[in-house]
């Protein structure tokens, strides 16, 4: 990939739809929203990254990044196996390097796509997401960065089931992803695994890993790149409908990505 601001989120949270409540509609990404139902999360995200990770998976110093983004997520319950998601981003990234230092704020991205459950086998739901982004910013000028006007999409194999351990109720999902990127530039795959325990009736704590890889060849002159991110998230229902969500990440290991650490703080409204 090209500039640090390109690379910052290649592990990049998928929101998942929680419903305080564990209902099986709503317990992660995995589930369709029910009918006429809908889902909205906004958050803000603050990452800083003073290290990367080189083509040998060496953490190096290579000067100083923070982004700053917002982004707001929703789901809509079409029917109850069809649901509709969109998403927008906006950021604003900071580099110092070589006693410089660059600020680029942008409108990142719009993802347009649907959820289509499929079938439930022994408590394990099993949904398929179909996503088309658009690109509304320049990722610098490497070959394999994504350019604005440039269109990604992606599909997506999720599964969810529900579980109890030690007399707590939880939810693990699954996500195994394939996003095209058409053009020069590599395309990627990436696997997300979470796991939810309820606390009470008000409080989730998750626990999620991200793992992404770009696929085949690139054209960038550093080479293929993949990261490996975990996430730790609490959740707070405030009242039926609202909750509050903060969380942690750390990229932990990877190749041609920063080594990034960021809170996140998330507000999630149900209607």
């Not at 499929?118 to 982004?133: K, Q, V």
């Not at 089931?161 to 996500?175: D, M, Q, V």
């Not at 990436?190 to 085949?216: A, F, Q, R």
């Not at 703080?265 to 209607?271: I, K, L, N």
Request: charged residues 20%.
């Amino acid at each position: 990939m090209g500039t640090f601001a390109q690379k910052m989120l290649l592990g990049s949270v998928c929101l998942s739809v929680i419903d305080l409540t564990l209902s099986p509609q709503t317990q992660a990404g995995a589930w369709p929203q029910p009918a006429g139902e809908t889902e909205v999360i906004v958050s803000l995200a603050h990452s800083l990254a003073h290290r990367a990770f080189d083509p040998t998976g060496n953490a190096v110093s290579r000067g100083r990044f923070k982004k700053i983004e917002t982004q707001i997520y929703v789901e809509h319950g079409l029917t109850n196996r069809l649901t509709l998601i969109g998403e927008a981003a906006r950021s604003t990234d900071k580099v110092e390097a070589f006693n410089r230092q660059f600020t680029d704020n942008s409108f990142r991205r719009v993802e347009l796509g649907a959820r289509a459950y499929l079938f439930t086998w022994e408590e394990t739901l099993y949904s398929l997401d179909a996503i088309a982004a658009l690109n509304a910013a320049s990722g610098g000028d490497d070959p394999a960065a994504s350019q604005s006007g440039d269109m990604d999409y992606e599909v997506a194999l999720s599964t969810g089931a529900p579980f109890k351990f030690w007399g707590l109720h939880g939810f693990n999902a699954e996500r195994f992803a394939y996003r095209h990127r058409p053009g020069q530039r590599p395309s990627e795959a990436s696997v997300d695994v979470t796991i939810g325990l309820k606390w009470g009736p008000d409080w989730i704590t998750m626990l999620k890993s991200t793992t992404e890889n770009s696929i085949g060849r690139t054209p960038s002159p550093r080479g293929p790149y993949w990261s490996s991110k975990a996430e730790f998230s609490v959740v707070h229902r405030l009242e039926p409908g609202f909750a509050i969500e903060t969380s942690t990440f750390r990229t932990f290991l990877g190749r041609n990505v920063l080594k990034e650490t960021g809170l996140k703080v998330a507000f999630w409204y149900g209607f």
